[in-house]
Nanobody, 114 residues
Framework: VQLQAFGGGLVQAGGSLRLSCAAS????????VGWYRQAPGKQREVVAR???????NYADAVKGRFTIYRDIRKNTLYLQMNSLKPEDTAIYYC?????????WGQGTVVTVFS
């Protein structure tokens, strides 16, 4: 199983980005998946995830601004990020849990400037 995350970049506060995470060797459809981030000097934290029962959950800091979803046909997980804030600056990672094993993408950098 390999995950490839991309879509990060430099964006002004208030702008939007969409992150993508493509999977090979497995599918996103029936597994728990999520997006996490790690800001400089901080621990990695959950941003949004979809559990195995397909229920999306969001960190309080991103509720109403970010949306996690997956395209089964493209076997890709997305994170639509709107109304970005400087505090959203971090490396964003996608994760998949399959058979109780975790798989991580390599991370994509999001930088939000004011």
């Amino acid at each position: 199983v390999q995950l490839q995350a991309f879509g990060g970049g430099l964006v002004q506060a208030g702008g939007s980005l969409r992150l993508s995470c493509a999977a090979s060797g497995t599918t996103f459809g029936l597994n728990a998946v999520g997006w996490y981030r790690q800001a400089p000097g901080k621990q990695r934290e959950v941003v949004a995830r979809i559990s195995s029962d397909r229920t999306p959950n969001y960190a309080d800091a991103v509720k109403g601004r970010f949306t996690i979803y997956r395209d089964i046909r493209k076997n890709t997980l997305y994170l639509q990020m709107n109304s970005l804030k400087p505090e959203d600056t971090a490396i964003y990672y996608c994760k998949l849990v399959k058979n109780r094993k975790e798989y991580w993408g390599q991370g994509t950098v999001v930088t939000v400037f004011s």
